[in-house]
């Protein structure tokens, strides 16, 4: 089992620590302030409550055996880079540290710190792909690093076979289903839109503008198709 500590448990670090523990990680919450632990230590595998400023704290504590160790201390900068040299000292592997600008971070790249992370950078990197990506209907992680993705037929290969596109060979995607609607008339001549489900796609099947198509592959290879396509596709 992966074994983490996380030291300031503040919002990102117990965002960061209960999120660990929901995948079954172990995680150690370090903070020195016993109301901020008492608040998240049954959410958590462990809670310690000490300055980790403190050598000698951060030695008995054990967390150089940690998988990693996320510094998320936020409020005190000086703090932050403290933790981070000792840490660095102790020889702990892996340590992911956040900070508050672009001054912080070169200090802690001037200490070997590599995995540093700027919460508002992240939280906008992540809206920008939302609003770019938000085309897409679903996204089903299923494994590392690969996905199920339904999105809607992109423009451009409307009226075209799967053999046409070659899609596997060209951004390595398998079609898992083709979803068409289908206008069915009534017995009382009422028209109804029905959902027909192609859940073995063939080379000569046509993509009609209104399908819905489900692909399998890997993230990267899935996020070089949607822009291979222009980013553009039809609205339910």
């Known amino acids: 089992m992966s074994r983490f500590a996380i030291i300031g448990m503040g919002k990102f670090g117990t965002a960061v620590g209960t999120t660990l523990s929901s995948h079954e990680a172990e995680v150690i919450a370090i903070d020195k302030d016993e109301m901020v632990l008492e608040e998240i230590k049954d959410r958590v595998t462990s809670a310690l409550c000490f300055?980790?400023?403190?050598?000698?704290?951060?030695?008995?504590?054990?967390?150089?055996?940690?998988?990693?160790?996320?510094?998320?201390?936020?409020?005190?900068?000086?703090?932050?880079?403290?933790?981070?040299?000792?840490?660095?000292?102790?020889?702990?592997?892996?340590?992911y540290a956040k900070v508050e600008d672009d001054l912080h971070r070169r200090i802690l790249k001037s200490l070997g710190i590599e995995e540093i992370y700027f919460p508002e950078e992240i939280v906008g990197q992540s809206l920008a792909k939302q609003l770019v990506l938000e085309e897409i209907n679903k996204i089903v992680e299923i494994s590392s690093g690969h996905v199920l993705?339904?999105?809607?037929?992109?423009?451009?290969?409307?009226?075209?076979?799967?053999?046409?596109?070659?899609?596997?060979?060209?951004?390595?995607?398998?079609?898992?289903?083709?979803?068409?609607?289908?206008?069915?008339?009534?017995?009382?001549?009422?028209?109804?839109?029905?959902?027909?489900?192609?859940?073995?796609?063939?080379?000569?099947?046509?993509?009609?503008?209104?399908?819905?198509?489900?692909l399998l592959g890997s993230k990267k290879n899935v996020d070089e198709f949607i822009k291979a396509s222009g980013k553009k596709v039809h609205d339910d």
Do not use: W
Not at 190 to 199: A, C, F, G, R, V
């Open 51 to 95: 300055d980790a400023t403190d050598e000698t704290a951060l030695r008995q504590s054990g967390i150089d055996d940690s998988t990693a160790v996320i510094v998320a201390i936020g409020n005190n900068i000086q703090a932050n880079i403290m933790t981070c040299a000792l840490l660095k000292k102790i020889g702990v592997g892996k340590i």
């Open 149 to 214: 993705v339904e999105l809607n037929t992109p423009d451009k290969y409307v009226g075209k076979t799967l053999q046409e596109l070659d899609l596997l060979n060209k951004f390595g995607l398998n079609i898992v289903t083709i979803k068409s609607r289908v206008l069915k008339i009534t017995e009382r001549g009422e028209k109804l839109i029905e959902e027909h489900i192609n859940s073995l796609p063939g080379a000569n099947d046509v993509f009609n503008e209104d399908d819905r198509i489900v």
